[in-house]
Structure formats: structure tokens, C-alpha cells
């Protein structure tokens, strides 16, 4: 039977979307949008403002940004592959956010990000500690463009 899978991304500038379109094109997979309850403005991604909304969440491992929308049947789904943009290291804190809403007993969950400038870097591990239930974790990557035969030969290997 063919495991089902989604592709669940969080995407500030659309290029995590655009991978994580593919990704769901090339792997079968449905695709779904990590939107936040409060859209991001350009001021609030500024990370060079400390005072920034962006800032401020990174710097609180507490923050949990609300997500408008939900999975409508997570329970479904065999993998969840997740991808975000790098900040400051980590996966955005609307990802904890996701991670914690939902219950992943039974499921492979494999991250991967975007970045300009760093690897997953250490948000690979400390995603891992959000997530309940007895899951696989498959180790993060960075894929930064929709190129389907880099994407194919990624999930021949993690599928």
C-alpha cells in the first residue's frame, strides 16, 4: 500500500513554497500552507531590527505564533514532510507551533529547509523535542530551488 503523504511548509518569501510545491508534485503528496493567524510584514521579518516581530519570537523559545487554518485530517497521513526558511538557525517558531498541534504517533516526519546562508544547522534536533507520540524523524536537508531530479533522488532515499 502507498504510504500518504503530506507536505506541510511555512514560507515567508515563497521560496519554501515553491520547493515545497514540487516536493508534493514529484513525491504524490498533498500540499498544505503553515499561514500564520497574523501575516508577517516586511517590518516584521527585518532581522537586522532586534525590536522586530521576527526578533522577538526567535528570542523567546516560548513564542508560539498562531496558525490560521488546520489539517483537516492529519490522522491520514503515513509522512509528513516539512519545510521552513532558516532564521537565526532554527526553523520559525510557527513551526514548534505546528508540531505541537497534532499528534504523530506512528507517522515518519522529514524536515527540510531553506536558506540563503546556513544548513538545517541545529533546527533538526531541536524541532525533534516538539513533536509527541512514538514518530520516525528522518534527519533534515536543505533544498533551496524546485529542482525535481535533486527532489527525486532526495526522496528515493527517505521514502
Known sequence: MAKKILVAVYSASGVTKRVGEEIARVSG?????????????????????????????????SARPEIAGSVSDMDSYDTVIIGFPIWWGLAPRIIETFLESYDFSGKTIIPFCTSGGSGVGRSDTALHKNVSGDVKWVSGVQINRPNEGKIKKWLDKVL
Not at 500564520?36 to 517590518?43: A, D, L, M, R, V
Not at 516584521?44 to 523567546?60: A, H, P, Q, T, V
Open 29 to 61: 503528496g498533498d500540499f498544505y500552507e503553515i499561514i500564520p493567524q497574523e501575516i508577517y510584514t516586511k517590518e516584521d521579518l527585518n532581522w537586522m531590527n532586534k525590536k522586530s516581530r521576527s526578533s522577538l519570537e526567535m528570542n523567546d523559545p
